[in-house]
C-alpha cells in the first residue's frame, strides 16, 4: 500500500511565500515523475510543476519564475516553495507521484491536497 501525503498550506498575503512538501511512503519499488497540481473553485485542476527522476522540471507559465520544484529521492519526498504569491495562486494544492509498485506497473497515486489562501 501506497501513501502520498502534503503538508504547508495555510494562509498568506500577497507577495508571501510559502513551502509545500510531500512524501510518499509504503511499499514503493521505484518513484519516477512527481508533480503538484491545483484546483480553485469553480475551475479545472491544472498542472503547477512537475519534476521528473533525474530532476527535469517544468512549469506552468503562470507561475515561472515564482515557484520552484525540488525533490529529495532518499526520502521520496517533492517540494514546491512559493514565492510571490498572488491571490490567484489561491487553490487546494494537490501532490502526484508516479509510483511503481513491486511486480506491478507504474500508477498514479495523488495526496488529499492541501489549501492555500493568498489573501490580504
Known amino acids: 500500500q501506497v501513501h502520498v501525503v502534503e503538508s504547508g498550506g495555510g494562509l498568506v498575503q500577497p507577495g508571501g511565500s510559502l513551502r509545500l512538501s510531500c512524501a510518499a511512503s509504503g511499499s514503493i519499488f521505484r518513484i519516477n515523475a512527481m508533480g503538484w497540481y491545483r484546483q480553485a473553485p469553480g475551475k479545472q485542476r491544472e498542472l503547477v510543476a512537475r519534476i521528473t527522476s533525474d530532476s527535469t522540471t517544468r512549469y506552468a507559465d503562470s507561475v515561472k519564475g515564482r515557484f520552484t520544484i525540488s525533490r529529495d529521492n532518499a526520502k521520496n519526498t517533492v517540494y514546491l516553495q512559493m514565492s510571490s504569491l498572488k491571490p490567484e495562486d489561491t487553490a487546494v494544492y494537490y501532490c502526484?507521484?508516479?509510483?511503481?509498485?513491486?511486480?506491478?506497473?507504474?500508477?498514479?497515486?495523488w495526496g488529499q491536497g492541501t489549501q492555500v489562501t493568498v489573501s490580504s
Open positions: 502526484n507521484a508516479k509510483i511503481v509498485v513491486l511486480y506491478r506497473p507504474e500508477d498514479d497515486y
